[in-house]
């Protein structure tokens, strides 16, 4: 039998039922994909304190010349191996040169070229990799081809020869940075045929596919975005990579060449006096270990905060 007793609302309910607008305004605001994971970012301490110390070091390298007393080309002939001091921070070399502008000049060198491998090599591999499982065919084939034939030539070798041909030359730093790049891509390219291949049959794809999108436009906004995360993290690998091998070759004598200068070759001039005039050796390994221990925590911080399954950003 129905009742026929009313039944009470209270009016904020009745209000929010009569406006539509309200439930939405409980809600709350909606956050972008960018703001989340800015958002899962910034809860990483470590990673935050990465990209404050990488900021630090790229300001350092930037604006260190115009800060510091002495260029990297200076002579100070008063002052031969002359340690810290309020005219030469981090003392002077041999020949009388500034340490500090020395370690900023190395810094932009080693900086600039880890970087710029890192994008190249990372942007052919993603293209080449992702590509080849996508086309498969006669494509796949000779990009695999080309990998595996790049993996058994002696890079180190070649880099090595072809630098030194090119010694201190006007151009030989982009040549460096081309040579970097062009053999340290085969292995994250393999990877990233692999993602691809469990990926490109999935329905957003297909259904891409079947919607007459070009093949580039599918691979750019629907494949490579979904990896992003190995991407991200072979990025700043790469520039780790790249950095230590800028500094062994230049260590060697193969990297950099005189006058210009890199942590490579301040570390290799440092490292004979270590014992006895520690702070040129000191100052340019501090900083390579504090760029790539930064650039590491800003890699694990971003692969964090853009894998949603992970859990060290908190929820968003």
Same mark, same amino acid.
């Given at each position: 039998?129905?009742?026929?007793?009313? $039944?009470?609302?209270?009016?904020?309910?009745?209000?929010?039922?009569?406006?539509?607008?309200?439930?939405?305004?409980?809600?709350?605001?909606?956050?972008?994909?960018?703001?989340?994971?800015?958002?899962?970012?910034?809860?990483?301490?470590? #990673?935050? %304190?990465? #990209?404050?110390?990488?900021?630090?070091?790229?300001?350092? #390298?930037? /604006?260190?010349?115009?800060?510091?007393?002495?260029?990297?080309?200076? +002579?100070?002939?008063?002052? !031969? %191996?002359?340690?810290?001091?309020?005219?030469?921070?981090?003392?002077?070399?041999?020949?009388?040169?500034?340490?500090?502008?020395?370690?900023?000049?190395?810094?932009?060198?080693?900086? *600039? =070229?880890?970087?710029?491998?890192? /994008?190249?090599?990372?942007?052919?591999?993603?293209?080449?990799?992702? &590509?080849?499982?996508?086309?498969?065919?006669?494509?796949?084939? $000779?990009?695999?081809?080309?990998?595996?034939?790049?993996? +058994?030539?002696? &890079?180190?070798?070649?880099?090595?020869?072809? &630098?030194?041909?090119?010694?201190?030359?006007?151009?030989?730093?982009?040549?460096?940075?081309? /040579? %970097?790049?062009?053999?340290?891509?085969? @292995?994250?390219?393999?990877?990233?045929?692999?993602?691809?291949?469990?990926?490109?049959? *999935?329905?957003?794809?297909?259904?891409?596919?079947?919607?007459?999108?070009?093949?580039?436009? =599918?691979?750019?906004?629907?494949?490579?975005?979904?990896?992003?995360?190995?991407? $991200? =993290?072979?990025?700043?690998?790469?520039?780790?990579?790249?950095?230590?091998?800028?500094?062994? *070759?230049?260590?060697?004598?193969?990297? +950099?060449?005189?006058?210009?200068?890199?942590?490579?070759?301040? $570390?290799?001039?440092?490292?004979?006096?270590?014992?006895?005039?520690?702070? =040129?050796? /000191?100052?340019?390994?501090?900083?390579?270990?504090?760029?790539?221990?930064?650039?590491? !925590?800003?890699?694990?911080? @971003?692969?964090? #905060?853009?894998?949603?399954?992970?859990? &060290?950003?908190?929820?968003?």
């Amino acid at each position: 039998m129905a009742s026929n007793t009313p $039944i009470s609302v209270p009016l904020d309910d009745a209000a929010g039922a009569l406006d539509p607008e309200v439930p939405a305004a409980k809600e709350g605001k909606r956050l972008s994909r960018r703001q989340i994971i800015a958002r899962r970012f910034l809860r990483n301490k470590a #990673a935050v %304190l990465g #990209a404050i110390g990488f900021a630090l070091i790229t300001l350092m #390298a930037l /604006l260190g010349e115009y800060i510091g007393p002495w260029g990297y080309t200076e +002579v100070d002939n008063t002052a !031969f %191996l002359s340690p810290p001091s309020a005219e030469h921070w981090f003392g002077t070399t041999q020949g009388g040169r500034d340490v500090f502008a020395l370690v900023v000049e190395g810094s932009r060198k080693s900086m *600039l =070229i880890g970087v710029c491998v890192a /994008l190249l090599q990372t942007g052919i591999a993603a293209v080449i990799g992702s &590509s080849a499982a996508y086309f498969g065919g006669w494509w796949e084939r $000779i990009a695999l081809w080309l990998t595996d034939l790049l993996l +058994v030539v002696p &890079s180190f070798l070649i880099i090595a020869v072809l &630098s030194q041909r090119a010694g201190a030359a006007k151009g030989s730093t982009l040549l460096f940075i081309v /040579l %970097l790049a062009g053999f340290g891509w085969m @292995l994250t390219a393999r990877v990233v045929r692999s993602l691809t291949l469990s990926v490109k049959n *999935l329905d957003y794809v297909s259904a891409a596919r079947f919607m007459n999108v070009s093949s580039p436009v =599918i691979i750019a906004r629907h494949i490579i975005p979904n990896i992003a995360s190995l991407l $991200i =993290i072979d990025a700043t690998v790469n520039v780790a990579y790249a950095v230590i091998s800028e500094t062994t *070759l230049s260590y060697f004598g193969f990297g +950099v060449q005189p006058p210009d200068t890199s942590l490579g070759t301040l $570390i290799a001039e440092g490292q004979r006096s270590a014992t006895t005039y520690p702070w =040129i050796f /000191l100052a340019p390994a501090a900083v390579l270990v504090l760029m790539l221990v930064c650039v590491n !925590f800003m890699g694990d911080g @971003l692969r964090d #905060a853009i894998d949603p399954s992970s859990k &060290s950003g908190g929820k968003a």
